[in-house]
């Protein structure tokens, strides 16, 4: 059964950088057919895709344009995870936090982690 | 990005049926066959209800179905269950630049 599974801090102050980490089980993040993907959920900003990095061979790495100049997404294969680092954090990136997986590079997710409550707050 | 414009609600009684609407435009519904929606208990992830506009995933029941026409993407459950109370958010792939658009979400009642 694939799995994902999420850690990281809940609560950071402005200005420092969040960093995420979403374990994977059940599947591999060198997949030639998968994209692995942060999404974050709040209730002024809804639903939003961060970013992904998926391999073809060699790594790539998407992100939201309004996100380019503050996130980096980093595969790791030796522990088979991926994670999210978002620098100079502000009470506007407060949101849940998700990874997630497109299976086939089709523009969907079929595999959400549980989600990590990130808050920003001095 | 602008996200994809849904109702805030909609509601039926058990047994009726449903139908949520997604509007985009050209880039993004209009533009490809990539749309899916996702269902959000409160306090859970969203899970995959319908992918590539029609396709229901393994163990998604077929009172589930989805479609489009032009701009417009939609859900319909039909068949309403006490457990299908939950938001339901479409998605549309959106291009290269920024690939993934969400749609703003909306809350079904199950009366």
């Known amino acids: 059964q694939v799995q994902l599974q999420q850690s990281g801090p809940g609560l950071m102050k402005p200005s420092q950088t969040l960093s995420l980490t979403c374990a994977i089980s059940?599947?591999?993040?060198?997949?030639?057919?998968?994209?692995w993907n942060w999404i974050r959920q709040s209730p002024s900003r809804g639903l939003e895709w961060l970013g992904k990095?998926?391999?073809?061979?060699?790594?790539?790495?998407d992100y939201a344009v309004s996100m380019k100049s503050r996130i980096t997404l980093n595969p790791d294969t030796s522990n088979n995870q991926f994670s999210l680092q978002l620098n100079s954090v502000t009470p506007e990136d407060t949101a849940v936090y998700y990874c997630?997986?497109?299976?086939?590079?089709?523009?969907?997710?079929?595999?959400w982690g549980r989600g990590t409550l990130v808050t920003v707050s001095s | 990005q602008s996200a994809l414009t849904q109702p805030p609600s909609a509601s039926g009684s058990p047994g009726q049926s449903v139908t949520i609407s997604c509007t985009g435009t050209?880039?993004?519904?209009?533009?490809?066959?990539?749309v899916s929606w996702y269902q959000q208990h409160p306090g859970k992830a969203p899970k995959l209800m319908i992918y590539?506009?029609?396709k229901r995933p393994s163990g998604v029941p077929d009172r589930f179905s989805g479609s489009k026409s032009g701009n417009t993407a939609s859900l319909t459950v039909s068949g309403l269950q006490a457990e299908d109370e939950a938001d339901y958010y479409c998605?549309?792939?959106?291009?290269?630049?920024?690939?993934?658009?969400f749609g703003t979400g909306t809350k079904v009642t199950v009366l």
């Open positions: 997630a997986r497109d299976p086939r590079g089709g523009g969907y997710f079929d595999l």
């Open positions: 059940g599947d591999s993040v060198s997949s030639n057919s998968a994209a």
């Open positions: 990095t998926y391999y073809r061979s060699k790594w790539y790495k």
């Open positions: 050209s880039s993004d519904i209009g533009g490809y066959n990539y």
């Open positions: 590539e506009v029609i």
């Open positions: 998605s549309s792939y959106a291009g290269s630049n920024n690939p993934y658009v």
